[in-house]
Structure formats: C-alpha cells, structure tokens
C-alpha cells in the first residue's frame, strides 16, 4: 500500500527548506566583516586591472558605436 502523505505537512516542510536556502545565501551575502569586503574588491579590481592590461585590442570609441 501507499504512504499517506498530508499535503499541508510536506508544503510548509518545502517552504521552510526554502527559506533556509536563502537564508544561507544572505548569510554569506551580508555575514561578512568590513575588512573581508573590502579584501573581495580589492581582489576583484586587481584582476579586472590584470585582464585589461593583458587585453590584446584595446576597446576604442570606434569600435563602441560612437561617430
């Protein structure tokens, strides 16, 4: 025989799963220290500077639509 299954049950089980998961992605979001933010944009300048700097074509106004 099947299981009996309370819809009511396993709907809010879903729904509270699902708010834990987006808790967990604010918590590493927002949980974080002022000195561990400014450490992350300063990583991610560095290396939008290296991939700039390494570019082989450099973008000019031409080449952007600008007449």
Do not use: C, H, W, Y
Not at 21 to 46: D, M, Y
Not at 50 to 59: A, G, H, M
């Amino acid at each position: 025989m099947a299981e009996i299954v309370n819809l009511r049950q396993v709907r809010k089980r879903k729904a509270k799963e699902a708010d834990e998961k987006v808790a967990a992605q604010n918590r590493t979001l927002f949980g974080r220290t002022k000195a561990e933010k400014k450490f992350e944009t300063a990583v991610s300048r560095k290396a939008e500077r290296f991939l700039d700097d390494r570019r082989l074509e450099k973008p000019t106004s031409d080449k952007l639509g600008d007449k």
